[in-house]
C-alpha cells in the first residue's frame, strides 16, 4: 500500500485527545478533532492555543510556527465531518461499548483505504477491530499523558492487522518525532501493565492505612526516585481511566492479583476523577493541591 497520510482525525478532544491534535499540527499534518460533547471540542481547542502559547514562552516553539501549527487545526461537528481523513486516532472516554459504538458511526464516512487507530490504554485491539469494516487497516497507537511531552509511543498489532498499515503507523508516529515500542495485543500492553498495578497497590496501600497520600508519594518520590508520586499520578491520569486499565487487566487476565482497590472504586463512584474534575487524591480547587486523606 503507497499511501500518504495529509488529514488526521481525532475523536475525543479530552486530554489525550488534544495532545494528539497539538503534536500532528506540529508535524504538519491538518487536522479534524471531533467530540461528542461541543463544549469538550471548544475545551480542547483553547487547551491546545494555550498550551502552544506556553511552548513559545518558553521558547521550544516559535510564535510563526504556533500561528502556522493552530491554523491547521479544525473541529469536526459531526463524524461525517470526518470523511476526509486519511487516518482517525479514537481517543474518547476508556470504555469498550463507547469506542465500538464510535467506530460504528465513523466507519461509513470513511475513504476505504483510511486507517482507523485507538488510543486506548488497555482494550483489545484484536476485538476493537473485530467490529469494524477494516480490520485488516485498524492498529493501536498508544501515546502517553502529556502527549506534547512523553516521548513515547506504543504500536499495538491487531491479529488481522497488515504489514503496510503497521508501516504507515510506525512512518506516522516517527514523522511526530516519538519513540516506538511494539507491544503484543495483551490486556494494558507494555506501559500500564507494568504502571497501573503499581498504581493500585499505592491505592490499596492508602486504603489499609499503611500512609497517607502525602506519604505515599514522598516515599515513591524520594525513595524509588519517582518524578511524581503514584496518587499524584493517579489523579493525573484521571481515575476513571485507571479503573477502567485495572478493570480490563482482571478480567482479561483472570487473575485476583489486578483487583481494582475499593477505594479507587469509591473515589470514581463519587465523581472524583483526579486533576479534571478538581479533586481525586488531591483536591485541586484551592491554590496548592491537598491530599484528600
Ligand atoms: N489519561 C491518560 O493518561 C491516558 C494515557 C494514554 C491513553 N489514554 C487513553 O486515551 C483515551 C482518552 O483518555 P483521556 O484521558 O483523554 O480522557 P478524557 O476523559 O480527558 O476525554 C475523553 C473525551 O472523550 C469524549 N467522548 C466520550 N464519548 C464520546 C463519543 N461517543 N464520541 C466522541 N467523543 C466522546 C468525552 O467528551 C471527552 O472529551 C482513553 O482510551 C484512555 O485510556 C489515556
Redesign the pocket.
Known amino acids: 500500500m503507497s499511501f500518504t497520510i495529509k488529514t488526521v482525525g481525532i475523536?475525543?478532544?479530552?486530554?489525550?485527545?488534544?495532545?494528539i491534535a497539538h503534536v500532528c499540527a506540529l508535524a504538519g499534518y491538518d487536522v479534524l478533532l471531533?467530540?461528542?460533547?461541543l463544549e469538550?471540542?471548544e475545551?480542547?481547542i483553547a487547551t491546545i492555543s494555550g498550551n502552544m502559547a506556553r511552548q513559545v514562552a518558553s521558547g521550544k516553539l516559535a510564535e510563526e510556527a504556533r500561528i502556522a501549527s493552530l491554523a491547521l487545526i479544525k473541529p469536526a461537528k459531526t463524524?461525517a465531518d470526518l470523511a476526509p481523513c486519511d487516518l482517525v486516532i479514537?481517543?474518547?472516554?476508556?470504555?469498550e461499548a463507547?469506542?465500538k459504538?464510535?467506530f460504528a458511526?465513523v466507519c461509513p464516512h470513511l475513504h476505504s483505504n483510511a486507517i482507523l487507530a485507538?488510543?486506548?490504554?488497555?482494550?483489545s485491539i484484536t476485538r476493537l477491530a473485530a467490529t469494524t469494516d477494516r480490520p485488516e487497516r485498524f492498529i493501536g497507537i498508544?501515546?502517553?499523558?502529556p502527549v506534547p511531552v512523553m516521548k513515547l509511543v506504543e504500536l499495538i498489532r491487531g491479529i488481522a492487522t497488515e504489514e503496510p498499515t503497521f508501516a504507515v503507523a510506525q512512518d506516522f508516529v516517527q514523522k511526530l518525532g516519538k519513540t516506538i515500542t511494539v507491544s503484543a495485543d495483551f490486556p494494558a500492553f507494555i506501559v500500564?501493565r507494568i504502571l497501573l498495578p503499581m498504581i493500585n497497590e499505592a491505592i490499596y496501600t492508602l486504603y489499609e492505612g499503611v500512609g497517607t497520600v502525602d506519604a505515599i508519594d514522598t516515599a515513591m518520590k524520594l525513595g524509588a526516585n519517582h518524578p511524581m508520586g503514584p496518587l499524584q499520578l493517579a489523579d493525573?491520569?484521571?481515575l476513571?481511566?485507571c479503573l477502567?486499565?485495572m478493570q480490563v487487566l482482571y478480567e482479561g487476565l483472570s487473575d485476583s492479583k489486578y483487583r481494582p482497590c475499593p477505594l479507587l472504586v469509591k473515589y470514581v463512584e463519587a465523581g472524583w476523577?483526579g486533576r479534571?474534575t478538581g479533586r481525586g487524591f488531591y483536591d485541586y480547587r484551592g491554590d496548592e493541591p491537598v491530599p484528600t486523606r
Open positions: 475523536i475525543g478532544a479530552g486530554q489525550m485527545g488534544n495532545g471531533h467530540d461528542a460533547s469538550r471540542l475545551n480542547g463524524m479514537e481517543a474518547a472516554t476508556e470504555n463507547i469506542k459504538q464510535i458511526q485507538t488510543n486506548t490504554s488497555s482494550i498508544h501515546f502517553m499523558n500500564n493525573f491520569i484521571g476513571d481511566t477502567s486499565i476523577l479534571k
